[in-house]
């Protein structure tokens, strides 16, 4: 099994990077693993953490339409260049957390996601040079309230609701170019999702090296690289999990969302 890269916070409020060790225990790391963060001598016990996003980064970089049979459930081409917009890193919550369903929208979807990891600070790198920028992988759902995303000419509101970003469990180094990423919807056996990731469009290190053109990248930040096809709707209880072959499982559940405080 490879390495489990992980982020927890112990009973104390605590922040650590660490190794998921097999019998749960978290090895816990000076720093994180892509600033060379070295074992300390410090191991939690399961019931010592909680589970946390596996990074903290600065912007969450993400790609429409990179699947061919998403682009054409969508009713259009793929891009001839990856389309990008941005999430915010507010928007992230980890594995087993809930999604707050907004009253704005009528209509809130899940979009199962490969996101990358980056490890160094990136600018108009090559492809060849982002790939070893890349530090590792790990699992998102681009969580999108498709009527506001339809409604609104760019897609700031519809992808930027708190909790849109489930992101986790883990980190991984390595993933095998032709891992399947799948998507289940609440205990139904036949996944929604189903493709393998080598249908991407843009491969991940050309994303990387094309968004490195635009703006830096920095330690930690994340690219999430497009969901394939078979979106659908979430509704208020549903529970969502997005597999990833050599990975793990992210999976959260739907909730009616938090009381505003607007007046
Ligand atoms: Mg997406």
């Not at 650590?16 to 790391?29: A, P």
């Not at 289940?184 to 968004?211: G, R």
């Not at 499982?249 to 938090?258: G, I, P």
Request: with cysteine; aromatic share 8%; net charge negative.
């Amino acid at each position: 099994m490879a390495q489990r890269y992980i982020r927890v916070q112990d009973l104390q409020g605590r922040i650590y990077y660490g190794l998921l060790q097999l019998n749960q225990n978290v090895q816990v790391l000076d720093a994180p693993p892509w600033l060379q963060g070295q074992p300390i001598d410090l191991e939690l016990e399961p019931d010592r953490y909680q589970v946390l996003a596996p990074c903290a980064p600065s912007k969450i970089v993400a790609v429409g339409k990179n699947y061919v049979a998403h682009a054409a459930e969508m009713g259009t081409d793929v891009p001839k260049e990856p389309l990008l917009f941005l999430k915010p890193s507010t928007a992230i919550i980890p594995t087993a957390s809930t999604i707050f369903y907004p009253p704005q929208s009528q209509r809130v979807d899940y979009e199962g996601e490969l996101a990358l990891v980056i490890g160094d600070r990136t600018s108009c790198c090559t492809p060849e040079q982002a790939h070893n920028k890349i530090w590792g992988y790990t699992i998102a759902n681009d969580v999108t309230a498709r009527d506001l995303q339809q409604k609104d000419s760019q897609w700031t509101r519809a992808k930027g609701f708190d909790t849109f970003c489930p992101l986790g469990p883990w980190i991984v180094r390595e993933l095998n170019a032709g891992a399947t990423l799948q998507t289940f919807l609440n205990d139904n056996p036949e996944p929604v999702q189903s493709t393998s990731i080598e249908k991407m469009v843009f491969s991940p290190d050309f994303l990387v090296a094309y968004i490195s053109q635009i703006m830096t990248l920095l330690p930690g930040d994340v690219v999430l690289t497009g969901t394939p096809s078979g979106v659908g709707a979430l509704q208020i209880g549903d529970r969502i999990r997005v597999e990833i072959e050599g990975i793990g499982r992210l999976e959260n559940t739907v909730v009616a969302s938090r009381p505003t405080a607007i007046s």
